[in-house]
Structure formats: C-alpha cells, structure tokens
C-alpha cells in the first residue's frame, strides 16, 4: 500500500525529470500526453492505495513509514517519512484525480505554445511538490513541500514571461509566499525547541502537554504560513494577480490544490489547534472577514478569472470557518467539492478565453449561451454547485460548515454563521453576474465578431479539454451525495480518526435548517444578479453595483489592499534607500579614492600572476622546493 | 658487514633525485615521462625494502599498485605526447602554457 | 657474494638513471630506464621480493617499456630544439631542489637505528603471500587500481582518436592536382606571352 503512495508520489517528479533532460527531443505533443499519463499512472495508484487503507480496520489506518533519515542533527532527525491516513488520502486523490484532468485539459489548451514541454515540466513538477506536501509526516519536510508548490507556483505563475504583468505577478505571489514560509518555519522551529521533535507522531502526542500561551503562539505562527499559502486576509493580494499564468494553472494551483492547503495544514495540525483555542478564533474570524470582503470584491471585477479567483478566496475563506469552528470534516469536505467546480468553472472560463481568443473581460463576452452550448450547460452546473442549490455539491458542504456553526452556538459562531448566510447571497450574485454577462444578454460586438466563427472552426474546444470538463461536470453535480445529512455519512466517518479530541457535527435537523436557509438565500441572489445584469447592457458602461460611488471605487480597488501595502512597505522602503544612498553612501565613499583601491587590487594581482606562468616545470620545481622545505622543517623538529 | 636496510634507501634516494633533476629540467615530454618512471622506481624499491625490512606483504602490495598507477599514468602521458605529435606542435612542455595567469 | 651484487647492481641503476635524464635521445633515455629496471630488479631480488621483482620486469619492461618505444618510434627520435626557456636559476633551483631532498633523506637514514631485519619464511615474496594480502587486506586499492587503469585506457583511445588529419579522397587530390596543373600551365602560358611582347621579333 505504501509502495503505491511512493509510486504516486515519485512519478511526477520524474515525468517532470524526463521532460526537463529531453526537452526538445520531444515531440510538443508528446510531452503533454506523457505528462498526462504519468498523473493517470499516479491516481490509479492513489485510487487503489486508497482502496487498500478503507479494508483495514479503523485502528489501523494511520501508516507511517520512513524511507531514510536525511537531516540528523544530535538527536534530532528528519526522516523522509510518509504519512498516509484517511486525509492525505483525500488530498492524494484530489491532486492526482483533479490534476489528471487538468494535464489532460492542458493539451489542448497550450497546444501551439513554444514553451509546451516546459509548462508540461513545471506541471509535473508543481504535482510533486503537492503531493510531498500531503504525504510528509514530519513537518520539516511538509515545509520543504510547502517551499516547492510556492516555487512551482512563481513559474507556472510567471509562465508567460514575456508578459511584464507575469513576472510582477509571480514576483508578488512568491514575495507574499515567502513571508507566509517564514511564518511556517518560525512555528514549526517553536515547536522543535518545546517538543525536540517535528515528526507528526511527536507533535500529536505532545501538543497537549504544551502550554497554551506557547501553543498558541505556535498554532498562530502556522497560521500565518496557511493564510499566505490559501490567500487568506490579509496576505491575499497575490492571488487575483496570480490570474496573469496560463488558465489550467489557475485551476489547478489557485483553485483546486495549492491554495487549499492551508486548509489542509490546519486540519492536519487540529491537535495542537485544539490545544490554542484562541488560534481557533482567529481562524474564524480571518475566515469570515475574508469571505465577506472576497465576495463583495468579486462583485465589480471585470475580468472572467479574477471574478473565480476572488470566489475562490472567499469559498476558502469558508474551509478557514469550518476547521476555525473544529468541523474539520466539514472544511476538509467542502475543500473537495470546491476542487471539482471550482476547477470546473475555471476551465469553462478557458474555454470561453480560448473562443474569444485570449479575451478576458466580461465586458466583452455576453450572449455566448447560444454559441457554446455545451460550455454554458457545464458552467451553468458549476455556478449552481457554487451557489450550493440543492442536490448540487456545493451546497452540502457549505451548509455542513454553516450548520456546524449552529451546533458550536457560541457568539462568535453565531457571527460566523450570519456572515457566512450574507456571504451565500454574495457569492450568488456574482456567480450569476459572471454568468449572465458571459452568457445571457445581447453579445458584445468583439464576441459577435470572434466567437461565432472560432467556434465554427474548431467547435468549443478540443476534445482534449471538453472531456475533462465533462468529468468535472458530472463530479461537481454528485460528489456532495457522499454526506446527504440523515442519509449518507460517507465522509464524517471516514475522517472521523484524523482528530482525536473529536470533531463538531450538526444533526441533520440543524443542517436541513441551514440548506433551507441558505439556497432561499442563494435563490435571491441568483435574482438580484438577474435585476442587475439581464437587461440590455452596453459595452462602455462601467460594472456598478449600486449607485454609492465611495463604495464603487473601494470595491475596484479592491478595498485598497494594495495600496495599504505601497504606503506601508514600499515607499517607506525607497525613502530609506534613497536616504542611505544620498546620506551613507555617497559621504563615506566619496572619501575613498575613486579608484585607488581597484588599481592597487590589479596591481597585487598582476604580481602574483607572474607565478602563474603555466611552465609545468616551474609548478614541479615549487612543488620540489616545497618538498624540501617540508623535510627540512620535519628535521630540525626532530633535531 | 652487511647490506641493510640504509644501503637500499640511499640507492633510492639517488634515483629519486636523479628523476627529480631529470623532471625539473627537461623540456621533451617523453624524457619528462621517463624521468617520472625513475622516481616512481626509486620509491618501489623503498616499498619493498621497508617491505623486506618489516616482514610483511603490505610494502610489496603498494609496490604492485605504484605499477598500474604507473601504466596508467603512461598511457595517458603517452596519449598526450601522440596528440601533441598529430596537430604537429614542437614537443615541448614548455610550450604548453595556456594555462599561463 | 650479496654484497658484490648489490653495489654492482646499485651502481648500475644509478648510472642507467643518469642516462635516462641527460641523453638527447629519447630512445637512449628509453633503454637507460630499462638498464634501470632490470638493476632495480636485481635488488628486489636481494631484498626476497620475488615476485614484485618479477612483475617489475614482466609489467615495466615488458609492457610500459613497449609502448614508450611504439610512441617513440612514432614521433621520431626528436630532442629538444633549441634552448627554450630554460634559465640558469632554474637549473640552479633545480640541482638544489635535488641534492637537499637528497642529503636530508641520507641524512635520516643513517641516524636512525632500523633494528635488524624481521627473519621471514619461505613463502614470503611470493606470489601467495602477495596475492593473500592483495585481495584480502588490500581489494579496495585493488578495485581502485583498475578503476584507474580503466580510466585511462578510455582516456588513452579519446586522446589517440582526437582530430585526425583530414584525408582527401581520390577525386578530391585529382581535383586539387589538376588545379595546380592548370596553374602551372596558365603561368608558363603567360611567361611565353610576356617574352614575345618583349622581343617579338625573335619568335617569329
């Protein structure tokens, strides 16, 4: 069983080693097909490991195995040690089983790109780093993995790097990384200096023997590097820009996988979040600002991925309520429904681009319903598992977080459950706010020109990325009948063993409640979007929510996130360099002479250099003088 | 009297000086090599002497190794000495200083 | 008798050494080194080394001797042209270098007592006893021996197959013979046409 996680894990690296050594003695094509079957190779694998740990007992299901020790320090070691429980299991088969997909969807995307082995390569490689990430059980070596996707991460990002826009993008995101890695490293070094171990079995056990000032300090600094990784407030400005890299990037990284392991981090770490309750509160609290702020931001965007992109920070934001509130499952369940119709939505969104020819604004989309059909229907279906209508994915897991919040009943739950409620109505109005003006009203003169005849030509896509969507589709509208509450309690059950000090479950009553509630809520949504953004549009006018332009212009601005971080960090940073160069540099090094110290550097050199004459006798006449000198200070030692 | 153990070393001693002069002064690469082959020498016989003079097989053993070191040593330096003879360069070490700082 | 053999030999050896760095001559500098080779042997001979005396002959004269000659006979007896740029402190340096490490290592070796040499048996010298300690004691420098010779016979092939001189074929040398012939004949054309215009009355 281990060795098919291993397996899993090992491929892509290598597939992404194959592509980089052989590079252009591939054929374009083939390196996506091989990259394609190298995922299919490693969910198949996961498939049946997965299979393997369901048959055993409950009590058995927690593997560890450790390959080697690679880093011994005095007592302390780092192994390369996989850890294979109920949740990795489910992250293995989402990265593989969505990232199959999403390779798969690739092929035709890129096809025609240059640099088509290369993204292939860096997709291969981005797997990798995911699947460390999930499979590690030490934390040393989770950071290693968390290091690498940030990596992976800032080339996919940057991609595309003739386009300035990318690099600044992929700067920012691995900036914004960064600071999140440090985070991580610093709670991870906490919990080395307290414990003496960063194995996951040490922590565990020994997370509860901890005082809860240091362990929250040590939950919290984890917490940073989850909010960085997931886009949370207030590290998420990277995320809507990270949008620059190519459209199956976006769904793969920034919807479907990376962006949620912070959510996985902490479902992971719940025991020592158990421990530091007011980290728990924190989370909720960054989650439910967060979900609010996204949505509200995803209201006026104009571009089709950053719409997804603020959806998806806010769907994120409402894993962060769940596992804040202890429903790790919920968090965790709601993380795997989102990776179908996020991923799904993403890649229908490139489908549209791919018609319209690379264009992105919604203000240049509408009326596509009647042009791609079948893009529409998949969208459509999506859009719904967002907004979580009934029987679609979405739906149930959201309402199991919200639910979850009923059951909790603190105050704070409470808020955490009407902002969650004014959130649903959010994300239904800009769901379908992206919908209708993609898809309904009359089109735009630029898809009027473009998209009828592309489609014509080549139909929506290839068939390479219409399949994938197809599966996708089919997932984002059943995977939530796993936990149908009263009915079906698939997934409670099967993460139940990750927390030991249990895990918070409504009952059935209480979430049928919520579901009531919130697709009323959803419905009224999905309306005002169509009172909005149904009538005739024209083209120039600007997106407006309301008629308030103070709450326009924040909104657009994205509440200013950006320029809060230009005032605090980057002028402050200039003007100090400017001072330093005007007031230290110049004073001090004017002093010197200009050039005094070169000459006298070239001049020693050159001296030197006279030895070095390459007469390979001279080298053996010093190397025999050497010698002799060398016996002689052996002999006068001696006497 | 008899032969002891100085008598061999100072034999070797001398050879190894003679190849050291030998190394240090001549140009020819062949004759450079040769002169090699004589130190080389000069320290098997110390080996083997040491060797003779312990009791054990071990000096005897490192005496073999200095050899195929030694065949490798020439057939690389012989190598070189064909090369140089091909692009028609005057055969002389001295020559050879693109190395020069 | 021992004595006799040993200054004999030890005499030998140092006057082939001699040879070996002063002649012009590479290939008398090649047959100094075997008059070397077979001197040292006899002392190995004396010292009850028989078989590393043995493989000394076998494998110095026999083999590496061999390939000197081939090499030699290949580049032609060539000495050195010139003086070069051998300086007279070099020289100097040079005999220096020598004698110091000369007199130092005779120096030490008779101040030190050695002790008298440890009494061996039949076997020692042989190749048993040699063979014992090499593949038992010694296989890593065994192993690492003919790592390095390997390397060196990959390195020897790549040197002597570096860049050949360019052979032309058949056609290439007709061509090229047949422009230089068509040269010369353009060229006596036009010597024969410069004397007529210098004294045209004579040719006709």
């Known amino acids: 069983m281990t060795g098919l996680v291993w397996t899993a894990l090992a491929l892509p690296l290598a597939g992404a080693a194959v592509l980089a050594v052989l590079g252009t003695r591939l054929p374009a094509r083939g390196a996506g097909w091989l990259a394609s079957l190298v995922m299919l190779v490693a969910f198949v694998c996961s498939a049946i490991a997965t299979i393997m740990l369901a048959s055993r007992p409950h009590e058995e299901r927690a593997v560890v195995e450790t390959a080697w020790t690679w880093l011994t320090a005095g007592s302390f070691q780092v192994g390369l040690e996989l850890w294979f429980d109920e949740l990795t299991a489910v992250m293995l088969l989402v990265v593989t089983g969505i990232g199959f997909l999403i390779h798969v969807y690739s092929i035709g995307y890129m096809r025609g790109d240059e640099q088509e082995r290369r993204f292939f390569a860096y997709l291969n490689l981005f797997v990798f780093s995911m699947l460390l990430l999930v499979v590690s059980g030490d934390l040393v070596l989770l950071l290693a993995g968390w290091g690498l996707v940030g990596l992976s991460s800032y080339l996919l990002i940057g991609f595309w790097h003739q386009k300035p826009s990318a690099i600044k993008a992929a700067k920012k995101a691995f900036v914004m990384n960064a600071i999140g890695d440090v985070g991580l490293a610093l709670g991870i070094l906490l919990l080395f200096i307290e414990l003496g171990t960063t194995a996951y079995t040490g922590v565990f056990a020994g997370a509860g023997s901890l005082d809860s000032w240091t362990a929250t300090i040590a939950a919290l600094l984890l917490l940073v590097g989850a909010v960085a990784k997931s886009a949370q407030l207030p590290l998420h400005t990277w995320l809507p820009d990270a949008m620059e890299g190519p459209t199956p990037v976006s769904a793969l990284i920034h919807a479907a996988t990376m962006v949620t392991a912070g959510v996985y981090l902490i479902a992971r770490m719940n025991p020592l979040f158990h421990a530091a309750p007011y980290a728990l509160e924190t989370i909720v609290v960054i989650g439910v600002l967060g979900l609010l702020m996204a949505g509200a931001i995803a209201l006026v965007q104009t571009d089709i991925k950053r719409i997804i992109a603020f959806s998806t920070m806010s769907q994120i934001a409402y894993m962060f309520v769940g596992v804040g509130l202890g429903a790790y499952w919920a968090g965790i369940f709601h993380l795997f429904t989102h990776a179908f119709f996020k991923a799904l939505l993403f890649m229908g969104a490139g489908l549209v681009i791919h018609a319209l020819h690379g264009e992105q604004d919604v203000r240049n989309m509408g009326g596509l319903r009647s042009v791609m059909p079948k893009t529409y229907f998949c969208m459509l279906i999506g859009a719904l598992a967002l907004v979580g209508i009934f029987p679609l994915s979405g739906g149930f897991s959201k309402d199991a977080i919200l639910a979850s919040a009923l059951e909790v009943g603190t105050p704070l739950a409470w808020v955490a459950y009407i902002g969650g409620l004014a959130g649903a109505l959010l994300t239904g109005i800009y769901t379908f706010r992206l919908m209708f003006l993609v898809f309904h009203r009359r089109m735009s003169p630029y898809a009027e020109a473009v998209a009828p005849t592309a489609v014509k030509h080549h139909g929506e896509g290839p068939s390479s990325m219409l399949w994938p969507v197809y599966i996708l589709t089919l997932g984002a509208a059943v995977v939530g009948l796993l936990q149908v509450p009263g009915l079906t309690h698939v997934f409670f059950d099967w993460l139940e063993p990750i927390a030991p000090a249990g895990m918070v479950e409504p009952s059935a009553a209480q979430e049928w409640l919520t579901t009531l509630v919130a697709v009323s809520i959803g419905v009224a949504g999905i309306a005002i979007a169509g009172h909005l953004y149904l009538r005739e549009f024209d083209a120039t006018e600007r997106m407006r929510l309301g008629r308030g332009r103070l709450v326009d212009h924040a909104l657009e601005h994205r509440l200013y996130w950006d320029d809060l971080y230009a005032v605090a960090f980057e002028r402050p940073a200039q003007w100090l360099a400017a001072v330093l160069r005007r007031d230290v540099d110049r004073p001090v090094a004017g002093w010197l002479p200009t050039d005094g110290l070169g000459t006298l550097t070239a001049f020693l050199g050159r001296s030197v250099s006279v030895i070095e004459n390459g007469v390979v006798r001279s080298y053996a006449l010093v190397i025999a003088l050497g010698m002799a000198g060398l016996l002689l200070a052996l002999l006068v030692r001696a006497g | ?101 | 008798m021992g004595i006799v053999v040993f200054f004999l030999a030890a005499f030998l050896a140092i006057v082939s050494a001699l040879a070996v760095v002063s002649q012009k001559n590479p290939f008398v500098s090649a047959l100094g080194l075997l008059g070397n080779l077979v001197s040292l042997a006899t002392l190995m001979l004396l010292l009850e080394a028989q078989f590393v005396a043995a493989a000394q002959v076998i494998v110095y004269a026999g083999a590496i001797m061999v390939m000197f000659l081939f090499v030699i006979a290949y580049v032609g007896p060539r000495g050195e042209i010139g003086p070069g740029t051998r300086k007279p402190w070099q020289v100097v340096l040079a005999v220096v270098a020598g004698l110091l490490v000369l007199i130092q290592i005779v120096l030490v070796v008779w101040t030190t007592d050695f002790g008298k040499p440890a009494s061996v048996d039949e076997a020692f010298g042989g190749p048993g006893a040699v063979g014992q300690a090499f593949v038992t004691d010694y296989l890593l420098a065994f192993e690492g021996v003919s790592v390095i010779l390997f390397m060196a016979a990959v390195a020897g092939v790549i040197l002597g197959a570096g860049t050949r001189p360019k052979r032309l074929t058949t056609d290439q040398v007709m061509a090229k013979e047949g422009e230089a012939e068509a040269r010369r004949r353009a060229a006596s054309r036009a010597a024969i046409e410069a004397a007529r215009e210098a004294e045209p009355g004579e040719v006709r």
Do not use: C
């Not at chain 2, 001398?14 to 004589?38: D, H, K, N, Y």
């Open chain 2, 1 to 101: 009297m008899s032969v002891g153990l100085p008598f061999y070393l100072s034999v070797s001693a001398i050879l190894f000086a003679i190849g050291l002069v030998g190394v240090l002064l001549r140009r020819s690469p062949l004759t450079t090599l040769l002169s090699l082959e004589v130190m080389l020498n000069s320290v098997n016989l110390t080996l083997v002497a040491f060797s003779r003079q312990v009791g054990g097989s071990d000096g005897q053993v490192f005496a073999l190794v200095v050899m195929g070191i030694a065949a490798a040593e020439v057939v690389v330096g012989l190598g070189l000495v064909v090369a140089m003879t091909r692009r028609e360069m005057v055969l002389d070490t001295d020559e050879l200083r693109s190395l020069s700082g």
